[in-house]
């Protein structure tokens, strides 16, 4: 990152949305601006799982004010990221196209553990050292985050429905705070947080810390009201807890400390501190201001050096599912080639098709993952690497980054099946399509995989031209080669009637 440049951040959360941009200053990340809003989009899921309308427009109106901010920064400069909300929400495509627009910047939707390793990520790189583990824990509107780590690195992940809104809507929705309804709230919050018990005290940590609006609003609270010293105990929380059973409801609610806008929201975001409190057995927690939008900022700034989260996250899954990774490379290096000099033809820069990552990145990761069903079984292993795709812990990757990769390595041999991606929308699924017939290519082309000496292990991007007119593809050879290699023209022959399936019309010569 050079000095003077600018980077953003923006997190459209449950609760409220925040947008950070930072400058490099002196070699250090210095803070330009900040906004925050209360959304509360949470709120606004009705009882089938759609957002209201009045919950989008309030997202909106945000955004189109955060929007006219970043004008002007490049597109590469900004990310924008989701959580549980626009995970959960049926209707969250409709409010992400519409969101895209009013801030003028792709929108990616990110997944429960990526979410978990972004907060670590900016709560470590803005807390002090710590000589052990760090437990970070993060209520939020959604859900609860609770990560275990050591140094920058998460260790333990975990994502759990504990949201200060979410809570509020299913036990207090009518604003009274009854002792009876109390005690299910906190009930179902240490349900949720059984199976998290025994591993999370198990595994141990020397310093707890709490990120984001619960957790410092608790904490304002309990030393505005005398019952802490700016760090979170159980105790203060106990106090707090008994002021709320005497005000009984929202409109008696008066505590010092609390904000309006936090009010709403607040026992909510006190049940689900208190269950993990209690869970957990944590003692006291420190206040961090470091939160997923610092994630997303230091996460940028790692990408741009030398420690990828997307490059560790391959190689892990490479070497657990034993990964012919010679032979991936290869297969990633053609499928590369032939990408670049179509995907122009192809619209491949649409602000509608893609996100922040760039679209030969989900391209690059699917063709040195191809093989992974393999340590499963020789017999559709396609099949069972995509499942295992779908479903991994993949850090690094948006939760559409993931489903794009696991639909091209269903798709990348055998039958070419629509069928196989109807898990993306209908604005990106002809592209990834397209996408799927170059990593069917890169495939075809590494049958041997290198381990003759005439066959396709020779070949090279400057032996390989590839031209695209809409679903007409021409793939032409330097001049002998095709004659010296009798089985892959009988491949592409047979990949001829493959493609047709899927309407692409394949020549060769």
């Known amino acids: 990152m050079q000095e003077g440049e600018q980077i953003a951040s923006v997190d459209l959360g449950s609760n409220s949305f925040h947008m950070l941009i930072v400058r490099m200053e002196a070699g250090q990340l210095q803070v330009v601006d900040r906004m925050k809003e209360m959304v509360r989009l949470a709120g606004g899921l009705d009882e089938d799982g759609c957002l209201s309308a009045e919950a989008m427009e309030r997202g909106l109106e945000c955004l189109q004010r955060f929007g006219q901010r970043l004008s002007g920064m490049p597109r590469n400069r900004v990310r924008v990221v ?45 807390d002090v050292p710590v000589d052990g583990r760090r437990l970070v824990v993060d209520v939020g509107g959604g859900s609860a985050e609770l990560i275990i780590g050591q140094g920058l690195e998460p260790l333990r992940m975990e994502s759990a429905p504990l949201g200060c809104v979410r809570l509020t809507a299913s036990h207090f929705s009518d604003g009274k705070y009854g002792r009876t309804r109390l005690i299910r709230a906190e009930r179902r919050a240490a349900l949720e947080l059984m199976r998290y018990r025994r591993a999370y005290r ?14 410092r609003s608790l904490a304002a609270v309990a030393k505005a009201n005398g019952w802490g010293d700016g760090s979170l105990t159980l105790d203060g929380m106990n106090q707090i807890r008994k002021a709320v059973l005497k005000a009984g409801r ?6 010092d400390g609390l904000s309006d806008d936090r009010k709403p929201v607040f026992v909510g975001g006190l049940v689900a501190m208190r269950a993990i409190f209690e869970a ?40 657990r599912f034993k ?27 649409s602000d509608e098709t893609s996100e922040s990552l760039p679209l030969a990145t989900w391209l690059d990761v699917a063709a040195r993952l191809h093989e992974v069903g393999l340590a499963i079984s020789h017999s559709g292993y396609h099949r069972h690497g995509a499942y295992m795709l779908e479903h991994a812990d993949m850090p690094g990757l948006t939760r559409l980054a993931q489903a794009v990769v696991s639909s091209l390595v269903h798709a990348h041999r055998r039958k070419f099946k629509a069928s196989r991606f109807e898990s993306l929308d209908e604005i990106r699924r002809p592209l990834v399509m397209r996408m799927a017939v170059i990593l069917r290519l890169a495939v075809l082309l590494h049958r041997d995989r290198g381990d003759g000496e005439t066959e396709s292990a020779d070949i090279g991007p400057d032996q390989l031209k590839l031209t695209a007119n809409g679903k007409r593809l021409v793939l032409k050879f330097a001049d002998g080669w095709l004659e010296a290699h009798p089985l892959t023209v009988a491949d592409l022959e047979r990949e001829q009637c493959y493609v ?3 309407g692409f019309k394949l020549r060769f010569s």
């Open 323 to 349: 990964v012919d990774v010679e032979h991936a490379d290869r297969v990633a290096r053609t499928a590369a080639a032939l990408w670049q000099q179509v995907a122009v033809d192809w619209g491949a820069g």
């Open 280 to 319: 957990l057995g944590i003692e006291q927690m420190a206040i961090s201001d470091g939160a997923l939008r610092e994630g997303l900022i230091y996460d940028w700034v790692k990408r741009d050096g030398v420690d990828d989260v997307r490059e560790r996250t391959v190689a892990r899954l490479q070497k």
């Open 500 to 502: 047709a399936n899927g």
């Open 82 to 126: 989701g959580t549980n909300t626009l995970r959960a929400a049926k209707n969250g495509a409709t409010f992400i196209r519409r969101a895209q627009r009013a801030i003028g910047y792709p929108v990616e939707i990110i997944n429960g553990r990526e979410e978990a390793r972004l907060i670590y990520l900016g709560v470590a790189s803005s």
């Open 250 to 255: 929202l409109d008696k609610l008066s505590l």
């Open 202 to 215: 198990k595994m141990g940590w020397e310093r707890a810390v709490g990120s984001s609006g619960t957790a």
